[in-house]
């Protein structure tokens, strides 16, 4: 992210609106609660391909491989066939 995230008080229920629209056009929204970063509200394909990363990071076979292979750019569908290949191995 090149710049910080928007942020809303878990004080105020107009602000969530606003939390959930910003979300649906893609932006990260922190959220404050007594003056705290609490959480974030993130658009859901985000939150899923952050999922599908560490499904992959967690898998210490799939991070070889790819450790082995030349430096390339690996895109979702190569993420998701390695988490396929993955779930098939724990499922034997």
Do not use: C, K, Y
């Not at 056009?25 to 922190?30: K, L, R, S, Y």
């Not at 560490?54 to 450790?67: F, H, N, T």
Request: net charge negative; hydrophobic share 45%.
């Amino acid at each position: 992210m090149s710049e910080p995230p928007a942020s809303v008080s878990a004080d105020g229920f107009e602000s969530w609106n606003d939390a959930v629209r910003r979300a649906e056009n893609g932006e990260v929204v922190a959220v404050i609660a007594h003056g705290r970063h609490v959480a974030d509200v993130v658009p859901s394909g985000q939150l899923e391909r952050l999922r599908e990363t560490i499904e992959v990071l967690s898998d210490p076979d799939a991070v070889q491989a790819l450790a082995d292979t030349e430096p390339v750019v690996i895109g979702i569908e190569a993420m998701r066939a390695l988490i396929a290949d993955r779930i098939a191995r724990e499922a034997r």
